[in-house]
């Protein structure tokens, strides 16, 4: 991705959130996925006319896949546009997204998500091991998914449930979200473990009065 694609990538998608649904409508599956390439629908319109077929279940799952995926390749390049950054240059590799000051220690998958609806009731910044051993547990097994280093991108508001979503496309604030954890991770090298992998908690809150907050742990 350069400049002029997240550009044009980021404005979509901040149009887009508010029609992209909160749930995936069914559970994530193997079968649904291979309907069609999803990753070869380059524009929302591609999108369109690959689902235009489909059940209006299936419909909002794609949409809801697709939407995710571009903000997670928008994610990515906020992080390997900095000079501290790599991203791994092999695409298929399942093992890291991204690499911290040319360091193998420091890779990591990028893993955008939201507070998990079991967890939303009690909800703190002071307990994010939690979420991390939430989503480890949950989305670390069988062929969908891998135990790897993860950065986990967490969208989370006190306003509307619904505005996590627009919240993944804070792309401005996170620059700066972004920019510290990388100044953070120069001298700071403290993560959470599950089993045997790192992981890292980055906050994006809105508050009740719409105001913005981060917390990394």
Not at 129 to 148: A, C, D, P, W
Not at 180 to 185: D, P, Q
Request: proline share 2%.
């Amino acid at each position: 991705m350069n400049a002029l694609e997240f550009n044009t990538l980021s404005k979509e998608l901040i149009d887009l959130a508010p029609s992209i649904p909160l749930s995936w409508g069914k559970i994530q599956n193997n079968t649904t996925d291979n309907k069609f390439n999803l990753f070869s629908c380059k524009t929302i319109q591609d999108l369109e006319v690959k689902i235009a077929l489909l059940s209006d279940a299936d419909k909002n799952y794609f949409r809801r896949r697709w939407f995710l995926w571009q903000c997670s390749r928008c994610d990515e390049y906020l992080f390997y546009i900095n000079d501290e950054v790599t991203r791994n240059p092999n695409s298929k590799d399942q093992n890291y997204d991204i690499e911290f000051y040319n360091n193998l220690d420091l890779r990591f998958d990028v893993k955008g998500t939201l507070v998990p609806k079991e967890l939303r009731s009690n909800f703190s910044l002071q307990h994010p091991e939690k979420i991390v051993n939430f989503y480890y547990s949950k989305q670390s097994v069988g062929k969908r998914s891998h135990l790897q280093n993860r950065l986990f991108i967490v969208h989370h508001s006190f306003k509307e449930a619904k505005r996590a979503l627009e919240l993944r496309c804070a792309w401005d604030y996170k620059r700066i979200v972004y920019r510290a954890l990388i100044h953070r991770l120069k001298t700071n090298k403290k993560f959470i473990s599950y089993l045997n992998v790192s992981a890292i908690v980055v906050f994006i809150v809105e508050k009740q009065d719409g105001s913005l907050c981060y917390s990394i742990a």
